[in-house]
């Protein structure tokens, strides 16, 4: 079946830890994203990738970094210098601007 | 003044009902999704629209491009629509990967 996975599903950070949620697609898709989802507010861009090798901050692209070593492939890591990563992380991908297709999302939480 | 607005927030309605959910934007656009949140956090996409309408079983998309603005019916409303519905626009300023999300409307159908 082609479609996109996460993990892990939830995640536990201490303060001052890096953490990296996976993104894996099997749609052979070029494009790929990370967004952050907030109770009551729309998703924000962190960062793209259209290209293997290639990516561009989005919106909120402070604290996070991210690789793009394989077209399959598109993990984030959650820096120590993201101050308040507590949040809802999706990732989706897509061909050429069409639809975007998502993943079902890790849940982030600082203890 | 967000550039994607959605109404209402909320809302609940008997099953059989006939749903209107509403995004207004404030750019000019290259295309505008309706995307699909169950409560697990997954989302699903339903629509990208560039003009006109479109039509996926009960579901019917329109937008209105002078107007910006765009329209999600469900006829025959199912206890299974009950999800967040969200709007989001890829302006034609923003590049072709960037989109600008609404804050989504939180639909309940009861049985």
């Known amino acids: 079946d082609g479609g996109i996975t996460q993990s892990p599903k939830y995640l536990f950070r201490k303060e001052g830890q890096n953490v990296t949620l996976s993104c894996e697609q099997n749609l052979n898709h070029d494009a790929m994203y990370w967004y952050r989802q907030d109770p009551g507010q729309g998703l924000r861009l962190i960062y793209y990738s259209q290209i293997v090798n290639d990516f561009q901050k989005g919106d909120i692209a402070e604290g996070y970094s991210v690789s793009r070593e394989k077209k399959e492939s598109f993990p984030l890591t959650v820096t120590s210098a993201q101050k308040n990563p507590t949040a809802f992380y999706l990732c989706?991908?897509?061909?050429?601007?069409?639809?975007?297709?998502f993943g079902p999302g890790t849940r982030l939480t600082v203890l | 003044k967000n550039e994607v607005e959605q109404s209402p927030q909320n809302l609940t309605a008997q099953e059989g009902e006939f749903i209107t959910i509403n995004c207004s934007y404030s750019?000019?656009?290259?295309?505008l999704h309706w995307l699909q949140q169950h409560p697990g956090g997954g989302i699903v996409s339903l629509f990208m629209l560039s003009s006109g309408k479109k039509k996926h079983g009960r579901l019917i998309a329109t937008i209105n491009i002078q107007e910006k603005h765009s329209s999600l019916h469900i006829t025959a409303s199912h206890p299974r629509d009950s999800a967040v519905y969200i709007c989001a626009v890829r302006g034609t300023n923003f590049g072709n990967e960037k989109l600008t999300f609404g804050t989504g409307t939180r639909l309940t159908i009861i049985p």
């Open positions: 989706a991908s897509s061909y050429r601007g069409q639809r975007r297709f």
């Open positions: 750019v000019g656009i290259s295309a």
